[in-house]
């Protein structure tokens, strides 16, 4: 993903999956979002549906950072 500052993380999940449940409670309040596997890999390699190595970004639009924290009970 190319880098883009108003985009920002607002949390960093240990699979994809989590960060995409976490995304879809941010589309039920309206909230855009973008997922970033920063590159990372399955523990067990490519492919694999376990845990990545680096993490998974959750990213959102810089100005609804607060509310995305609020929605994803991390505020």
Avoid at 33 to 49: E, S
Avoid at 50 to 67: Q, Y
């Amino acid at each position: 993903m190319p880098a883009d500052s108003s985009w920002t993380v607002v949390a960093t999940y240990n699979s994809l999956y989590e960060a995409e449940m976490a995304g879809g409670r941010l589309d039920s309040v309206g909230i855009p979002h973008r997922i970033d596997q920063q590159g990372g890999v399955g523990v067990f390699g490519p492919a694999h549906g376990g845990r990545t190595v680096r993490g998974v970004g959750l990213l959102v639009p810089a100005e609804s950072i607060e509310a995305a924290r609020e929605a994803l009970d991390l505020a």
